[in-house]
Nanobody, 126 residues
């Protein structure tokens, strides 16, 4: 297991940018694929992006492709989500997640990931 703590959320106007960070504890961070999910009020938690253990592979939900970028720094035990051109529909609590296995497509579901952070709120005003 790995412990995860997100930061960087906040209130931003539509068209603006935010960068989320997720700091992981433990010495095996580079053994995990890392993902970002989000959950809006009244909706199910949905996949946003995932990155492989060495950063060599990434996969995005269609709704964020071209606007969001996931990256990681294994020396700092941290994964990032750069969010540009934000829209009001991006408003949600964003969660960081970790799993030993990389995913793509329909396999990138919340049940795939074994470790979760507490979430950080992102609010995009119109």
């Amino acid at each position: 297991q790995v412990q995860l703590v997100e930061s960087g959320g906040g209130l931003v106007q539509a068209g603006g940018s935010l960068r989320l960070s997720c700091a992981a504890s433990g010495r095996t961070f580079n053994a995990y694929a890392m993902g970002w999910f989000r959950q809006a009020p009244g909706k199910e938690r949905e996949f946003v992006a995932v990155i492989s253990w060495n950063g060599g592979s990434t996969y995005y939900a269609d709704s964020v492709k071209g606007r969001f970028t996931i990256s990681r720094d294994n020396a700092k035990n941290t994964v990032y989500l750069q969010m540009n051109s934000l829209k009001p529909e991006d408003t949600a609590v964003y969660y960081c997640a970790a799993d030993r296995n990389y995913c793509s497509g329909y396999r990138c579901s919340p049940g795939q990931f074994g470790s979760w952070g507490q979430g950080t709120q992102v609010t995009v005003s119109s």
